[in-house]
């Protein structure tokens, strides 16, 4: 019987290509994307056995919106989130990002959430920094995304593995848990200004309508004149107890104007002009602070929503040369 002498070639190729095709499945198993620029939205919860990472996409898109739109943030799957907590009852969730090379932003930009205490009141901004000290946090923040990617990788897509979100065992070295916790809480283990986490109340997903807010701040490095000044707020997101997220564009305020100021022994008054919209804060300083950026500037932490109409906000200082200047907050 003639045999073809070609045939252990092609049952070499056969098995060649069944390797190949074995292959295809695993590849595929790594859905989980991240990359500079993008923004991860993380939670954890005290005692809960994983950490939830999602990409919730580019920096770019949100900060694109025009003021006031408010989107919904279809990448965060509320089947997904419920899933990986018992409740979302004290729940510590943040948003940040960074661009450490300057691809599509100056290097070691960084993005990262303010948690608000009060819902109506604006979260005290972040300040830019120098590249070097931004360089540190961004490096952690970074490392949240990219090393979620790389838990993927190891583990088969479902439920728990998706292109935009992955649960992750909270001890595991690629999880949130060890990046943002570490020795000091919840600022990327020391190296970001300060803490990014919100928390939900203790009672969050009893009521439909309960909110829990922060705002998102974009934090270009700083040199000079421009070195520890606010960041740019891109606005709010509002994570609600059913399980959604939403972000709304800020909306900018004309700047308020001093109208008059008047002072009686040791108060100052300063009357301003307000929109019908934000918040107004006054802050104050004696002449040595006049070398440093006004948002360093004291305040009594005592804010006034604007009416549209002139308004007044006091400061207490026995000084006898005191500087005001009124801030405006979305």
Do not use: C
Not at 241 to 264: M, W
């Amino acid at each position: 019987m003639k045999t073809n002498p070609n045939s252990n070639l092609i049952r070499s190729f056969a098995l060649g290509l069944g390797a190949f095709v074995w292959l295809v499945p695993t590849l595929e198993a790594a859905p989980f994307i991240y990359n500079s620029d993008e923004l991860i939205l993380a939670f954890r919860q005290v005692g809960n056995a994983s950490d939830l990472v999602v990409n919730i996409g580019r920096a770019a898109t949100l900060a694109n919106l025009p003021a006031g739109t408010s989107v919904p943030i279809t990448n965060l799957s509320v089947a997904q989130l419920t899933a990986s907590f018992a409740s979302i009852d004290d729940l510590f969730w943040s948003v940040s990002g960074s661009d450490r090379l300057g691809i599509n932003y100056p290097a070691q930009t960084l993005w990262a959430s303010s948690p608000r205490t009060d819902n109506n009141v604006p979260a005290s901004p972040w300040l830019r920094q120098s590249v070097f000290a931004q360089g540190s946090a961004a490096s952690i923040i970074d490392a949240v995304g990219g090393n979620a990617a790389a838990y993927s990788s190891g583990h088969a897509a479902g439920a728990n593995n998706t292109v935009t979100g992955v649960v992750i065992p909270a001890t595991d070295p690629n999880a949130y848990t060890p990046h943002v916790s570490g020795a000091f809480f919840g600022n990327f283990d020391g190296t970001f200004q300060g803490n990014v986490e919100n928390t939900t109340a203790s009672d969050f997903d009893s009521a439909p309508d309960n909110v829990s807010r922060s705002d998102l701040y974009e934090l270009r490095p700083g040199s000079g004149p421009t070195r520890d000044t606010p960041g740019k707020l891109l606005g709010s997101f509002d994570l609600k107890s059913d399980g959604t997220l939403t972000f709304t564009a800020a909306v900018a305020l004309p700047k308020p104007a001093i109208t008059s100021i008047q002072r009686n022994g040791s108060v100052t008054t300063v009357s301003f002009t307000t929109a019908n919209t934000g918040t107004y804060r006054l802050r104050f300083t004696g002449a040595a602070g006049l070398a440093s950026a006004v948002s360093t500037w004291s305040t009594n932490g005592v804010t006034l929503a604007g009416t549209g109409a002139v308004s007044s906000l006091q400061a207490t200082n026995a000084a006898d040369i005191g500087f005001y200047s009124v801030e405006a907050l979305p």
